[in-house]
């Protein structure tokens, strides 16, 4: 099952079917982008579920960016950066205009976003916010992030991602340690 394609051109098949569709595929369908969708089998013990979702979907790591939820000192910001790279809490802090970052305590990430932490998109959600990207997504034809759910991945334009997110990019990834 690992790689199984579906392809939408802003028209989503199961629009209105309620569980095929998540917040994020509705806000996609609701405002004509075109995107893809892609479906793996997530494994609970995968250490990391982006590095899982770019190698079961068989993409480049630098493609498939992670949804971070940010604490800027008692409100929630978005970060998204690629699988492979860690978020530079420093440089993220100071393009929100904030003193410090902090990852953001799980249970208000889910609560603010309406989604599962694994499964946290960066579209659709409860309670959007503020948003940063890694700007070497400006150099990608399609960038894939969460679909709103763990094994679902959602590939489109960076610059539609961008304009729906209201992402400010900025170099904000680092290479891990």
Known sequence: MAGNR?????????????????????????ANVPYTVRHY??????PSYGLEAAEKLELPPEAVYKT????????????????????????FAALMGARKAVMADRHEAEKRTGYVVGGISPLGQKHPSRAGIDNRVELLDTVYVSG???????????????????AVAAPIGTAGS
């Not at 579906?6 to 609701?30: I, V």
């Not at 089998?41 to 995968?46: S, Y």
């Not at 978005?78 to 440089?91: C, F, G, I, S």
């Open 148 to 166: 709103g759910r763990r094994g679902l991945q959602i590939g489109l334009s960076p610059f539609d991602l961008i304009r729906l997110t209201h």
């Open 6 to 30: 579906d392809k939408h051109s802003g028209k989503h098949p199961d629009k209105h079917a309620g569980k095929g569709a998540t917040p994020a595929t509705r806000l996609l369908d609701e």
């Open 68 to 91: 971070l939820m940010v604490d800027l000192g008692g409100r929630l910001a978005v970060a998204m950066v690629p699988v492979a790279l860690n978020l530079d809490l420093k440089k």
């Open 41 to 46: 089998e997530h494994d609970d013990g995968a």
